[in-house]
């Protein structure tokens, strides 16, 4: 179990250190886009490789941003029926999804990029515009973003099996976030019941006035 624990932690730090770095990329990018501004409007003299270099960075910072995600649990989820059942159902169910969707999925859009990447290297592939820069280096980050992806997949397992046998603890892990969610869900749903009430009511009201 130490082992395992050791495994995550290990995965978690390295793909948030990765995470952090594409962030700041964001300050790159903003300061970028503002000396074009500044250098198009005030000199007149457009550069002929700003708009490509945000475009590259902005798709690496997304690619390596997202197993970060993945880690901070920030990913869109449509839980319909998944509420109704027990901690430990979920659990089961969690491993299962993530295995069968998240797992084929992932692999497939790794070994893809792989080759992806490797015919831009391969072919020293170059954009269309006059800059004419090299494309390869951009097109890396998928193939690394898929890695990341099912690196983090992996200890996102090692997490869900821990909280399965009731070892959360060890990752420093609780069900805390869990019953907000469901405390959540139950404030929407008592929200809307109210407001069906209070329209009842309104057109019990409105009858009522209308036959007077």
């Not at 590259?56 to 901070?72: A, K």
Request: glycine share 8%; charged share 20%; net charge negative.
């Amino acid at each position: 179990m130490k082992v395992m624990a050791g495994i995550s932690k290990t995965i978690d730090r390295i793909v948030k250190a990765i995470g952090m770095f594409a962030a700041y990329l964001s300050v790159l990018i903003m300061f970028l886009i503002v000396a074009e501004v500044f250098m198009r409007r005030v000199f007149a003299s457009p550069t002929l490789w700003s708009y490509e270099t945000v475009t590259f960075l902005f798709g690496g910072m997304i690619m390596l941003s997202l197993p970060y995600g993945l880690q901070l649990g920030v990913n869109v989820r449509v839980d319909v029926l998944y509420n109704v059942f027990n901690k430990k159902t979920k659990r089961i169910i969690d491993i299962i999804t993530f295995i069968v969707f998240f797992g084929i999925f992932m692999l497939i859009f790794t070994t893809a990029g792989v080759r992806y990447f490797g015919r831009s290297l391969s072919s020293l592939e170059r954009s269309w515009s006059t800059w004419a820069p090299v494309l390869w280096p951009v097109k890396a980050t998928i193939p690394a973003c898929g890695i990341l992806m099912l690196l983090q997949g992996i200890s996102e397992l090692i997490k869900l099996f821990f909280r399965l046998f009731d070892k959360g603890d060890a990752l420093g892990l609780s069900d805390d976030d869990d019953d907000k969610v469901a405390q959540e869900i139950e404030e929407i749903l008592a929200t809307e019941a109210d407001s069906g009430l209070h329209t009842e009511a309104i057109e019990e009201i409105e009858k009522g006035g209308s036959e007077q």
